[in-house]
């Protein structure tokens, strides 16, 4: 996990690799993510959804009554003055202690 010193509610908004981000989906199955090759982005449907999980096949289709899906695309960081690519997972919405 990277860091760039952000943070949301107080809490460290985390970045993954892209080895790191394989690594949290292999681990968390039950989330039911997956790292899309063609958009270089990690989906997590929104945890109301059952399936057929609508938004996956479409995630502009927003009128299913569903919340639409955590969509991470592959953004570039500036953490400890070099540049990293990575995904914020989770970041500005799900809590990320280190430790």
């Given at each position: 996990?990277?860091?760039?010193?952000?943070t949301?509610?107080?809490w460290a908004r985390?970045?993954?690799?892209?080895?790191?981000?394989?690594?949290?989906?292999r681990a968390?199955?039950?989330?039911?993510g997956?790292?899309?090759?063609?958009?270089?982005?990690?989906i997590?449907?929104a945890?109301?959804?059952?399936?057929?999980?609508?938004h996956?096949?479409?995630p502009?289709?927003t009128d299913?009554?569903?919340?639409?899906?955590?969509?991470?695309?592959?953004?570039?960081?500036?953490?400890g003055?070099g540049?990293v690519?990575?995904?914020?997972?989770?970041?500005?919405?799900?809590?990320w202690?280190s430790?």
């Amino acid at each position: 996990m990277v860091w760039d010193g952000s943070t949301w509610n107080g809490w460290a908004r985390a970045y993954f690799s892209k080895e790191q981000a394989d690594e949290l989906l292999r681990a968390y199955p039950e989330l039911r993510g997956r790292y899309d090759p063609t958009g270089d982005r990690c989906i997590f449907p929104a945890h109301s959804e059952d399936p057929p999980y609508p938004h996956e096949a479409d995630p502009s289709h927003t009128d299913t009554g569903f919340d639409p899906p955590d969509v991470y695309p592959c953004e570039t960081v500036e953490v400890g003055g070099g540049v990293v690519k990575a995904y914020a997972i989770g970041s500005g919405s799900w809590v990320w202690r280190s430790g």
